[in-house]
């Protein structure tokens, strides 16, 4: 058998003390919790004690004819009374321990959201859509387990094992130690296998991530995968990832099912010395019968209602290790930083500027190199060159889902990093090469910018964008439910919808980022006819590989490894930009050009 890899620590205790302390907006609830479960502990103490003096009654009464022992059928009552409200304590610990585990991990829940989606782009470069899918459903689905049984759980059982000890020492000092020997080792052996399976789990759960990431990458790229026949390597990939996942599983069930039968019939165990210590007891003439039967009670009680101890320990360390990797990201810092006393845009502009921008992305070589450039407001610039010379980056700085590492850039004279970031997203519409649509109507994926938008405005932006003419041919027109990433479309007319709902923003900046790339000759000149209109009241910038996309801009800046080398008009570009000159002619031959 091979070994399991080594595995992160899992710092339990630290994440323990931060679940915990969730609990903070809800402490007045909780503490109510916490009394009524000591008030169950308090009857949990008293109940075997009472058996006890039944019991002590009853063998005085042996052989005796007449009426019962004084006061025994008043202590049954009082026994009866005290089963009853131990049921009903059993009932309300069960629902208010479910409302405030639950207001607790929905908010846990919705901090992770807010934080996934407040953190820089370099998050979700680094981390696979998968990843962040395994992260938001199993480890929080597992976390919140912590809430939902674990905590309260703990909490019940302490007291349970605490209200034992103190009852069984009433009765004898040496009962309440031979309780305490015993639950000592056993809740110990408990955690040891716990922290081990945590561990075990952990790799577990990393393993399932890399599976999940193969599965959603083949739903969403299934057309490529059919396409291209890797259909039986892709089946291959996915079962050496299964081969994997049950490999460390085998290892958890073998380590898991070796050491449960020992820790489960362990309390079991302590009953044949509680009846050596009762009888040595009782033999001196120092203990009774009903003592001896109270003790075993409380161990009959404390061995089933700890039966699930194991399996609740076992839950509580994969909660924290899961917790753990929630917190990981709760506690990454590398978010857009917003300005004390931010800058406020004038009401009307769109005047850009770059000045010596210098930017890389972690652990990368250099992508823009000293990239100076002004585009004046209701100005448009055209961005073009060959793959991978950073247009897409350069653009993507403007909204900040990147910030430069040397040089600045502005917008109407301000800094960025000095704007409002949701005031400065506002003023940038963006139009990238994927059209992403999101599950909804035609009028919602329009309006995504600006909800209040009216009907008139989403139709003039749909007119501008080429597509009207589509959309009113829907069976529901504007209110027609389109499906994930706008599949029940083209990619054209996914295109266009996202062109319109960037016109509807009424951005002071238009961003095209290589937005009509996936569109015919006929489409991209209908949808540069409204782009043209558009951009007459607004700065505009074109990103694309095609001359015919970015010719009629009122100038031109070719960019190549990362740096400015010429910039000009479409025809003083064809007389002085070598590069220019040959992407042209190489388009010319390739029939892109007309």
Known sequence: MSAAPPTPDVRTWQT?????????????????????????????????????MVVDLLVDYQGAAGQLPNGYVALLWVLALVIALRAAGFYFTGVMAAKVSLDVENKLRTDLFRQVMHLRFGYHDKNRSGATIVLSLRDLEKARHFYREVFFGYLEIGLLILAVIIG???????????MAVVFFLGVGGCVFTGRRIAHMDREVSEIYDGVTTVLQENVAGARVVRAFGREPEEVSKFGRGMDKLTGSWSRLERFWTGLMPIINNWFAMAIPAILLLGAWRIGAGTGTFGEVTAVILYCRTVHYRLRPLTRLVIVGQKATASAARVFEVLDNKDRIPSPA???????????????????????????????????????????????GAGKSTLVQLLPRFYDPQAGSLRLDGMELHALDIHELRAAVGLVFQEAFLFTGTVYENIAYGDPDVD??????????????????????GYETIIGERGVSLSGGQCQRLTIARALAM?????????????????????LFE????????????VISQRVTSVRWCDR????????????????????SSPLYQEIHSHQQLTGVLP
Do not use: M, N
């Not at 406020?344 to 000293?370: C, I, K, N, T, W």
């Not at 409204?530 to 910038?541: F, K, V």
């Not at 031109?556 to 007389?575: Q, R």
């Open 556 to 575: 031109i800046a070719v960019l190549d490894g990362g740096v400015v080398t010429a910039v000009g008009t479409h025809s003083e570009l064809l007389a």
């Open 506 to 526: 009424d951005p002071r900046v238009l961003i095209f980022d290589d937005a009509t790339a996936s569109v015919d000759a006929v489409t991209e000149k209908q």
């Open 530 to 541: 409204g782009i043209q209109a558009a951009a007459r009241d607004r700065t505009t910038l």
């Open 341 to 387: 006393e931010p800058k406020r845009l004038p009401a009307r502009g769109g005047a850009l500027s770059f000045e010596d921008v210098h930017f890389a992305y972690p652990d990368g070589p250099p992508v823009l190199r000293g990239v100076s450039l002004d585009v004046p407001a209701g100005s448009s610039l055209g961005i073009i060159g060959p793959t």
């Open 168 to 178: 069984s020492a009433v009765l004898h000092w040496s009962y309440g130690l031979l």
């Open 16 to 52: 323990l003390k931060r679940l915990v302390g969730r609990f903070r907006p809800v402490r007045g609830r909780a503490s109510g919790l916490f009394g009524v479960l000591l008030a169950r502990s308090g009857l949990e103490i008293a109940y075997p004690l009472l058996v006890a």
């Open 455 to 476: 009907a008139q405005r989403i139709e003039a932006c749909a007119r501008q964008a080429a597509a009207h003419d589509f959309v009113t041919q829907l069976p529901e």
